[in-house]
């Protein structure tokens, strides 16, 4: 399989890609060029719309679709569409995307549409009840659909206890237990949450939470879950370490016990994917910065197969 970039005529991140209508479809955030300050707080990925794009086989031509939804079209946001995703039930797509609000506090919106590549049609006001960026959304064999996300330093995870918002938060040191990510339970139309979001757990091999210490193994940001043989796999970034990591559970809400590295780092600042099965072979999109020779906000989507062992162990990406 080519390691080349999948799309190179523009700059495209974070891909979450979905196999809907028997196509494989990908929903990345859109990087392009700006003179924002390159910071901790992420000021330089300054991403203003979404474009779909679609393959109908793996090495097969791309498609894209065009811009699904612009920032000009969403009432409440004030700038940055970071990382999305997206989901379908009841006949309907629905996008799912971060962005901060005239406070500069990042929620997470839903935009509705008919078809995978859409167009699509924002809600008027975000979620309410989410904050902090990266939504992935799994619907279950049975229908219910999760919503999983955070981030850290520039998502904000760091600064919410609760329903408060604490601009001096910080995220823990030490032998603390490490920040979680979040989960909840979307309402059947896929526009809400239908409880309180409530933290994942992440636990080592002794059953013990991961510390705030273990940047080799703790939750930093993009949220994935899937489905292996019954099981949940639970797969996110490390952030500053530059690893893809996953953890198995028995439930879509956790516990999670931490599984190992998926993927090695990367050319550039950033690490983001997602895990999808088609036509029988399983596969993981992610992003490095190829084609910027390094530029971390000047991203590009590349996809590699993975293989799991007998025991349903991930095979690191060679």
Known sequence: MSDKPLISHTYTADPSAHVFEGKLYIYPSHDRETDQPTNDNGDQYDMVDYHVFSLDEIGGEVVDHGPALRMEDIPWVDKQLWAPDAATKNGKYYLYFPARDAEGIFRIGVAVGDRP???FTPEPEPIKGSYSIDPAVFVDEDGEAFMYFGGIWGGQLQNWQGERFDPQGEEPTGDAPALLPLVARMSEDMKEFSEEPRSIEIRDENGELLKASDHDRRFFE???????KGRYYFSYSTGDTHYLCYAVGDSPYGPFTYGGRILEPVLGWTTHHS???FKGKWYLFHHDCELSKGV???RNVKVKEIFYDEEGRILPVE
């Open 117 to 119: 590549e859409g167009p």
């Open 222 to 228: 993009a949220a994935w879950l899937h489905k292996y």
């Open 275 to 277: 895990i999808v099965e």
């Open 296 to 298: 971390n906000h000047l």
